[in-house]
């Protein structure tokens, strides 16, 4: 059987490739500390799942429109009204199975054959095989650790030409954890309206800022940005669901309906259940937000603390996300029992064979000089997980 192009150029995704992993050997009984996905260690608040049995005891379990039902297009809009002064309207607000499943909505109906999209890195896995999925060309940016990793005006307009037609913008960041300040964006409005392409702004970790930051939305700058820019959110990790799938976009109406045909004749409806109890999640207390952030930042500083322990480690101080993203290519050339350490995947290999270690290298997130580190896990694991890592270091010759 003959498989499409677009199937055979599809990469997987290395960030669950390692978790698998590092499953698999815990599952045999190997002691792993896994730095690798992306999931909150919290448990789903008790008041979301309260509201999920209910609506199964209600009958809630029917399909509902397509891009999700009035409560919860309702409860978005007042959220991001609230939030970020964003105003939307609920037939504005496409709900899906995940946020992943919004982008990918997205980029299919903004983008395709011939149409170059910019993307930053370093970036998260999926927005690549996404672009490459919807036909469109990856015009990738190379941002610079010693700039914050932060997409300059200058940068951007270089990149610019005939056949830009989307920008993805990730603030927070995924795999880097910069987050862009009202006056990074302002920076780059101007360069945005002189030319004609729109904003993907992919949202997910407003919820984890650091240091005093503030989310700001680069659709909130003015009513012009607001008009060319998709929104993506999701309640995957502000409120510990990501097995809920439930994410969404807001982006003007005639984006939002054709993003709402395209699911109509995919997935169709995100789960019913999982959508009721979003409705109690957005419109719920707050506070295990908060007890969430006072832990990851608590986890952050002491990771941060080890790593700039560390012989020859530099790694910028993420201000949002739940992620550090090292810089480790001082260990490059060197050996550990005979194999040769050239990138971060030869590294990220020896740690988790050697040191049963789980790191997501830089190859995923477009620089291979880096791997990812998450720090949802607990402290014991961190500096256990921090130990091995600089103990294996130690041996490299």
Not at 222 to 235: D, H, M, Q
Not at 238 to 259: C, F, L
């Amino acid at each position: 059987m003959k498989l499409a192009n677009r199937a055979l150029n599809i990469s997987p995704s290395q960030t669950l490739a390692i978790d698998s992993e590092a499953k698999a050997l815990l599952a045999r009984g190997v002691d792993v500390i896994s730095f690798g996905a992306g999931e909150p260690d919290f448990d789903t608040p008790d008041y979301i799942k309260e509201a999920a049995v209910a609506a199964i005891w209600a009958g809630k379990t029917k399909y509902t429109p397509v891009a999700g039902i009035l409560p919860l297009r309702e409860a978005i809009c007042r959220k991001l009204e609230f939030d970020q002064g964003l105003k939307y309207k609920p037939e504005q607000i496409v709900v899906s199975a995940g946020a992943k499943h919004s982008l990918y909505n997205a980029m299919q109906v903004l983008v395709q054959e011939g149409d170059e999209v910019i993307l930053p890195a370093p970036y998260w896995v999926s927005y690549l095989e996404q672009i490459k999925l919807a036909g469109a060309t990856p015009r990738i940016i190379n941002t610079r650790e010693e700039n914050g990793f932060k997409l300059t005006p200058a940068e951007l307009e270089k990149a610019i030409n005939p056949r830009t037609r989307l920008l993805i913008l990730n603030s927070p960041s995924n795999p880097t954890g910069v987050v862009y300040t009202g006056d990074d964006l302002k920076s780059l409005h101007d360069v945005i309206l002189k030319y004609d392409f729109s904003i993907l702004s992919d949202e997910i970790y407003e919820c984890f800022i650091y240091n005093g930051l503030k989310h700001v939305s680069i659709a909130s700058l003015s009513p012009e940005l607001k008009g060319r820019t998709v929104v993506i959110n999701g309640v995957s990790k502000a409120y510990s669901m990501t097995g809920w799938r439930i994410g969404y976009a807001a982006a003007e109406t005639p984006v939002a309906k054709a993003m709402a045909n395209l699911q109509s004749h995919s997935t169709s409806n995100p789960t019913s259940i999982a959508q009721e109890a979003c409705v109690a999640a957005l419109n719920g207390d707050k506070c295990v937000l908060k007890q969430m952030m006072v832990e990851y930042s608590r986890r952050r500083n002491v990771m941060l603390e080890r790593l700039a322990g560390i012989p020859g480690i530099t790694c910028i101080k993420p201000g949002g996300s739940f992620y550090a993203f090292p810089n480790v290519s001082a260990y490059f050339g060197r050996f550990y029992q005979g194999k040769q350490i050239n990138c971060a995947t030869d590294l990220a290999a020896v740690l988790l064979e050697e040191a049963h270690v789980a790191v997501v290298p830089g190859v995923a997130f477009g620089n291979d000089d880096y791997f990812r580190l998450s720090y949802v896990c607990s402290m014991e694991k961190i500096n256990e997980g921090l130990d091995r890592i600089s103990d294996l270091l130690g041996k490299l010759k």
